[in-house]
Structures are given as C-alpha cells and as structure tokens.
C-alpha cells in the first residue's frame, strides 16, 4: 500500500528527505513558500535523485519516482490524507512554530515531525516528535529520533517504523539541548575552529587527522562548511544560551559568517568549493 508523506519546505535537507521517501515508495508532496521556491524544490528533488541514478543507487528511474512527487506552493495546499509531515524549514522556533500550526490545519490526522537539529522539540508542540536527518540524507544512514513526555507510544513506535523502512538505522534520544549527535558534534567542530584559530595546524591537516586517526567520514572543518558556517554559528549560540559558555562559537567562525563565508553554499568556507 502506498503511503503519502509531505515536507515542509524544500531546501538542501528538505529535498534530501523527499528524495528518500521517494527512493522508498511513497508519494510525496514539498511545501514551499511561493511558486518561486516551490520550483526550487523540485528541482532540487529531481537533480538529487538523477545524480543518484547516475551512481547506480536507485532502483528504478529518476523519472519514475519524480512521477510521485508533487510540489505545492503552501501548506494549506496540503492534501488532508497524508500520513506523515516533517518540517525542514529554518532553524528558529518562531517560524517552525507557525509552520506546525499550519500543517495541524492542513493535516490533522499526520503523525508531524521535525527535523531540527537543536531545538527543544517539546517546545515546538506536545505532538511533535524529532526526525533528525542528517546531510547529505541520500547517503548518511543515521535518524535521530528525538522523544518526550508528550508524546505517546504509538508515535514514536510510527516514527521509528517509517524511518526504518526508509534504510536508516535509528537511535532514539530524549529531547535535550542539541540531542545526542548535533551536541557532540559542534564540541568538536568548535574546537577545531579554535585551533585553526590559533595556529595549530591548517584545515586540511586537522580534517585528515580526524579522518585518519578517528575513523571520520569527513572533517570536522569540512563538515562544518558542508552544514553551512551560519547553521552551525546559529547551533553553537542555542546551546551557548542552554548549556553554559563551553559551547561559545570562536571569533573565527563569527568572522567567517559576518564576510559571507558561509561554506559550500556560498563557494568559500573553510575550504574553497569552487
């Protein structure tokens, strides 16, 4: 039977959601803000999915589950029937609040949730759980689930299921500042700044070192320039605010954002991208 999931906004991790529940049979329907956007999104779905293809990592044709996907240019445009909702929108809590309201009209029967990657979850509602992809979402394997009180068994059981069926391997963590893995993770980035700060070594040193003495996929500095030096900048200060000044973002990274540097995105980071 062919489930009907929705995401909620189309940029870099909303499409990569969409391209994975795509690669798992579902229909699917990107909410974006705008005809503009909404364009946007479904092009990066479509150019996401036929890179893949190109890999021999589909089953299938990029054009074949295109053929599942629909773009709508607000959430009221929503279909009532759809099962599943996660919001990929930017991460600020007022925004994501509003969203959710919306998707509630939209949708009342959805199991919602979110893909924020530091924000309390609870706060976004009582009937939110955390569906914590990771970057780029074709190819990392991880979902963190992130839990609460609010919610009840049937929903985390439901999202747990869903993000099985999609090929990722699960760990469930309770909704605390930064979760488990975003928490973790900044430490290291951040101090990988401050050395690179400081003279220690150059950024290709200290990512290879990672890499090579720690088993890292990839660097931390080249991690943080794929994530985005302003999300990252955006993290550090939440969790400055939550948990104390260990998380106080170098003068590096401040600098970095303030001059557009923002990593990947923009062509310059920490490293060049051009």
């Not at 809590?93 to 893909?115: F, G, H, M, T, W």
């Not at 569906?131 to 009180?149: A, G, K, R, S, Y």
């Not at 690179?196 to 200290?206: R, T």
């Amino acid at each position: 039977m062919t489930r009907f999931a929705a995401v909620v906004g189309g940029g870099t991790m909303g499409a990569g959601i969409a391209h994975v529940l795509l690669a798992a049979g579902d229909r699917v329907t990107v909410a974006e803000a705008g005809d503009e956007r909404a364009a946007a999104a479904k092009e990066a779905v479509a150019r996401s999915l036929r890179k893949a293809e190109e890999r021999g990592k589909l089953d299938g044709t990029a054009d074949e589950l295109l053929a599942r996907l629909d773009v709508v240019s607000a959430v009221d445009r929503l279909a009532g029937d759809v099962q599943l909702v996660i919001e990929a929108v930017p991460e600020d809590v007022a925004l994501k609040q509003r969203v959710l309201a919306d998707i509630r009209r939209a949708c009342p029967a959805a199991l919602l949730a979110s893909n924020t990657s530091s924000l309390s979850v609870r706060q976004l509602g009582d009937d939110v759980i955390g569906m914590h992809f990771f970057n780029p979402v074709p190819v990392q394997t991880l979902l963190e689930l992130v839990v609460h009180d609010g919610l009840g068994a049937e929903q985390v059981t439901a999202a747990r299921e869903w993000g099985e069926s999609l090929g990722k391997t699960v760990i469930e963590v309770r909704d605390s500042p930064g979760f488990a893995t975003s928490r973790l993770g900044v430490v290291v980035g951040l101090e990988a700044i401050r050395m690179l700060e400081e003279g220690v070594a150059s950024a290709e040193d200290i990512d290879t070192g990672m890499r090579l003495g720690y088993g890292w996929p990839m660097g931390p500095l080249r991690l943080t320039d794929l994530v985005g030096l302003d999300v990252r900048l955006s993290i550090a200060e939440h969790l400055t605010r939550e948990l104390g000044p260990r998380f106080t973002p170098p003068d590096l990274l401040r600098n970095k954002v303030a001059r557009g540097e923002l990593g990947r995105k923009t062509g310059r980071g920490f490293f060049d991208w051009d």
